[in-house]
């Protein structure tokens, strides 16, 4: 057994853990669930040092042919790392907001990070499809129970997108199958590579479809998007927190790893038509945000704006537009997780997500307000934050594969501006009510447990770039080099990463 297989089952073993506690042993329950997911975040530091070398591979189910294999690339690398950072601070967030069917809860939590990790690292097409749905089921019921008012409503409306894109997923998978006798995303891609799998222009663009419209549901992508703002306002913090920073980059995971590398013809005549939806999905993401009077809402809506960035620097196949693609991904998880992990502070004390019931916190709780000012900076991309560089890294993409679009897409930028600094003007300063004077404390020092780490990132993610993207670079490059881009658009790699920079231009 590898780190990776240990980080694997670790959650699912707290999960089965934590259904054999009483139930009375609230804070056992607690403990136990945020000592197995520091374990998990612990060992995954490891990752960056290892992950080359970590691979298992065995037969699971004979026949079908379906394995167990799991490896990582610079690409899930950073994913599960995402996922192990903010699970222990969804248990964090939850501590004392969560009073109901506990245990349940944080069986759900460490259930969804079994899933979570699973689909990043799965390498066999039919296990990649299990922990797809796997972790579905967990969010479904941290929605279903533990939401707001119309929480039925939207975890039925959440299962449904989802499932829907999913079986056709499952029928392209079994297809393909078929043709190649084995589920191994690794063969696969070395039979379509070779010719040894040959696919006509149709099956190519069919399964490719099958593919992307599970994916661009999960992403979500515009006009696929309107499950995800019910879903956001209704689930609880720690759900909101996981669903915008790790579950919508499933989707586009899953089209950068395995639709562009796997048809890459019928990626490139459906990038057009994929940019344009990108695009829209930007600009419209950030005007509905804008007048949004909930702030989950107008958050989710964000996340509708952020990952149209995302999608248009995956379909602008340019090196920048990748790997500004990939760390956007990164980025969106954190700064989006923080907003909604500093959302559900400030409900916790008033009870309301509406921006109209708030105005004057700044003076009554300042450390609130300034955590949630550099959050703010960090979200529309103020340079040395995070998300600049993702940005910027898109819109140079997006630019050298057509500069129109990188003019339309500079909008969101410009817009996102506007409503979240709009958000926290009307949020933070004006006149106080009586309700914000007497009920609006400062961080606690659980509160700042969980906030400091986000801060950190987005820092760091902001100022030293080079920590994470020689490893996103050298897999977006593989990916360019094995489509059909390879021969009309140069692939480039950073200067740090010299080998790379060398097998391009061997391929050139």
């Known amino acids: ?88 601070i969804a248990i964090l967030i939850s501590w004392r907001s969560i009073q109901d069917r506990i245990k349940e809860y944080y069986a759900f939590l460490l259930l969804l990070e079994f899933g979570l990790i699973g689909v990043f690292i799965a390498q066999d097409l039919f296990l990649f499809y299990v922990f797809w749905e796997v972790s579905l089921v967990p969010m479904y019921f941290l929605i279903g129970i533990w939401g ?80 995800l703002p019910d879903a956001h306002v209704e689930a609880p913090t720690a759900g909101s927190v996981m669903l915008a920073a790790v579950m919508l980059k499933m989707g586009t995971y899953g ?59 995956i379909f602008s196949f340019t090196q ?74 898109v819109l140079q993409g997006a630019a050298i594969a057509n500069f129109k679009w990188a003019v339309y897409a500079a909008l969101g930028v410009i817009l996102s501006a506007c409503y979240m600094l709009w958000l926290y003007q009307r949020t933070f300063y004006g006149e106080a009510s009586e309700v914000i004077k007497h009920h609006m404390p400062d961080l606690t020092g659980r509160e700042w447990a969980a906030m400091l780490p986000l801060l950190l990132l987005m820092v760091w993610m902001g100022t030293y770039t080079k920590t994470f993207l020689p490893p996103i670079s050298a897999s977006t490059a593989r990916i360019l080099v094995g489509t059909e881009s390879s021969k009309r658009i140069r692939v480039a790699a950073p200067r740090a990463n010299t080998l790379l920079a060398k097998e391009a231009a061997d391929v050139r």
Request: hydrophobic letters at 55%; charged letters at 10%; glycine letters at 6%.
């Open 320 to 393: 920048q537009g990748m790997d500004g693609a990939v760390y956007q991904m990164l980025n969106h998880g954190i700064s989006t997780g923080a907003l909604f992990v500093l959302v559900g502070f400030m409900y916790e004390r008033r009870h309301s997500l509406e921006i109209a019931d708030y105005g004057g916190v700044a003076p009554y709780a300042p450390w609130l307000s300034t955590v949630f000012l550099i959050t703010t900076l960090a979200s529309i991309g103020l340079p040395t934050l995070n998300n600049f560089v993702g940005e910027f890294l």
């Open 1 to 88: 057994m590898t780190l990776l297989d240990a980080l694997l089952f670790l959650p699912l073993a707290g999960f089965a853990l934590l259904l054999f506690l009483p139930r009375a042993q609230s804070e056992n329950i607690r403990l136990t669930a945020l000592a197995v997911s520091l374990a998990v975040f612990l060992g995954s530091l490891g990752l960056p040092f290892l992950f080359e070398t970590l691979s298992t591979d065995f037969v699971w189910i004979e026949s079908p042919n379906i394995h167990y294999h799991v490896s990582l690339d610079g690409i899930s690398l950073w994913l599960v790392l995402l996922t192990t950072v903010l699970t222990p």
């Open 255 to 313: 089209i950068i790893h395995f639709c562009v590398p796997m048809f890459p013809r019928a990626a490139h005549e459906c990038a057009p038509w994929i940019v344009k939806l990108a695009i829209i999905g930007i600009v419209y993401g950030a005007l509905v945000a804008l007048v949004q009077p909930n702030m989950k809402k107008l958050v989710a809506y964000s996340s509708v704006s952020h990952l149209g960035f995302v999608v248009l620097g």
């Open 148 to 227: 707001h008012e119309r929480r039925i409503y939207a975890a039925v409306k959440f299962f449904l997108f989802t499932m829907a894109g999913s079986v056709l997923m499952l029928a392209a998978i079994i297809y393909l199958y078929n043709k190649a006798e084995t589920f191994d995303y690794a063969l696969i891609l070395q039979a379509l590579s070779t010719g040894k799998l040959a696919l006509s222009a149709a099956e190519q663009m069919a399964l490719f479809l099958a593919f992307f419209l599970a994916f661009a549901i999960k992403v979500p992508l515009f006009p696929l998007h309107t499950w």
